[in-house]
Structure formats: C-alpha cells, structure tokens
C-alpha cells in the first residue's frame, strides 16, 4: 500500500476512534438531560461531544505527528500540513454540525429515547462526515508527497 493511502487510514482510524468516544460520551450526557427542553438537550450534547471529540482527536493526531516529524528539518511541512488538516476537518465540521444538530432535535421531539436519539444522530452524521473529511482532504492535498 502507498504511503499516502497509510496516512488516510490513519487519519480515519483517529477519527473513528475519537467520534466512537464521542458518541458514547454524549449518549450519556442526552440521558442525563433527557428531562431539559429539546433544543437544550440537543445544544448541551453537542457541545460536550465537540470537547471530548477534539481533545481526543488532537492526543491521537499529536502523538501521530511526534512520530512522524522527529527529526528537525521538516518544520514548513508540518506547518503546510496543519493548515491542510484544519482545512479538511472545517469543511466537514461545518455539514456534521448541521446534521447532528437537526437529527438530534427531530429524534428527541418525536420522542426516541435520549441516548438513542444520541446514537442514531451521532452515526448518521459520523457517515457524512468521514465521507466529506476524506474528499476535503484529497482535495486540499492533505498527505500530497512534496
């Protein structure tokens, strides 16, 4: 397998991993809100899964990149790479954030049970988002060979 597909896969495994913990996480925090309005409930546990998502992201992303920039002289790569990354994962952020939000919201007001309204929302918007995050990050030249 090339080089540049590794890295893909390894951008989507740290995603994965860090959208599973998410999932789990705000599952039980619409639980524990399940008596708040909707439209609190669904701000609330959006706003924890976005925390717990990003803390975990960037741990796995930063040892990832420990590894592969420990020599020195590779600098302007990482900074190019950086900005590529936050690129891709903005695009991405911006559709995950809508469909979360809305399919939370509609699953709550015709009464699905919180943490299962959670889940179903977290995986049908985890499906768009890796989906759109992989092409962004094709399209930006995320692990382009320079």
């Known amino acids: ?53 990003f803390s975990t992201f960037g741990t796995l992303y930063y040892f990832g990149l420990r590894k592969k920039y420990a020599t ?15 690129a891709s994962l903005g695009i991405g952020e911006i559709f995950y954030l809508a469909i979360r939000w809305s399919t939370l919201y509609h699953f709550l007001n015709i009464g699905i049970e919180p943490y299962l309204a959670s889940l179903t929302s977290e995986a049908i918007s985890l499906a768009s ?7 962004s990050a094709k399209l930006t030249g995320l692990y382009k060979e320079s």
């Open 1 to 53: 397998m090339k080089q540049i597909n590794k890295e893909y896969l390894k951008l989507n495994k740290n995603l994965l991993l860090s959208i599973v913990f998410s999932m789990v996480i705000s599952a039980i925090v619409a639980q524990l809100l399940a008596e708040q309005e909707t439209y609190l409930n669904s701000t609330f546990t959006i706003i924890t899964g976005y925390a717990v998502f």
């Open 72 to 86: 020195l002289g590779k600098n302007k790569n990482l900074t190019r790479e950086l900005k590529r990354l936050i």
């Open 129 to 135: 988002y890796m989906l759109i995050v992989t092409i």
